[in-house]
């Protein structure tokens, strides 16, 4: 239960430490507050810990390079804070396997549907980067070779995917449940920030859709959140 949930929360800057211990301790969780590495560290070396709230900027070591070491070490689930300029920052962060992002200014309220999110597929699912050690993946009723790039049914043939629409189809596995924004989605595939107006995320999943679900028009394995994104919701397991 999330009462007894701890999250670490590092950032140089003490009013975004205090503003998100006091939310997050009204919401009944266990806060740790660091400024930095050597603090986060000592926490790491004495408590057990849930969830860490990882700014990206930070004055000597930073949070790209904090994630790595904590990656390198073990899958405590994080969640990036960060400005809206360090695009580069992010998609590195996502790819070291951070778990999720929020850009600073944000809503506390955000903050807090974020790691429950997070937490929940923390107990569920994968680690993200697995996929990258396996050679096939279930979903569902589907196979995917992930070798070949291509998609099976239980009839066995199989069904050739695009590049892009395997790296899309790989975000989606990796992160099962979650909903990822367009951005996010565009961000993970090609590894730039998504423009407001870029639609190209709703083609590919609208391509994908036509090869893996039995009613695109009705999707039961990649589903539409409205002014959320889209999520994975079906059975994903590695082999």
Known sequence: MHEATHVVVVDDNNDIRDLVREYLEQQGYKISVAEGGAALRRILERQSVDLIILDVMMPGEDGITLCREIRASGDIPIIFLTAMAEDTDRIVGLE???????????????????????????????????????????????????????????????????????????????????????????????????????????????????KIEENPKNPSIIKTHWGGGYSLCTEVIFE
């Not at 999110?117 to 979903?139: D, E, M, Y």
């Open 96 to 210: 070291l396997g951070a778990d999720d992002y929020l850009i600073k200014p944000f809503n506390p309220r955000e903050l807090l549907a974020r790691i429950r999110a997070v937490l929940r597929r923390a107990t569920s699912s994968t680690p993200v980067g697995t996929i990258l050690n396996r050679r096939t993946v279930r979903i569902g009723h589907w196979k995917l070779d992930l070798g070949r790039q291509e998609i099976f049914g239980d009839d066995g043939v199989g069904i050739p995917l695009s590049a892009a629409e395997f790296r899309l189809l790989k975000v989606f596995i990796e992160r099962p449940g979650l909903i990822l924004s367009r951005e996010q989605l565009l961000d993970l595939t090609v590894g730039r920030t998504a423009d407001i107006f870029d639609r190209s995320i709703d083609n590919q999943v609208s391509r994908l859709r036509k």
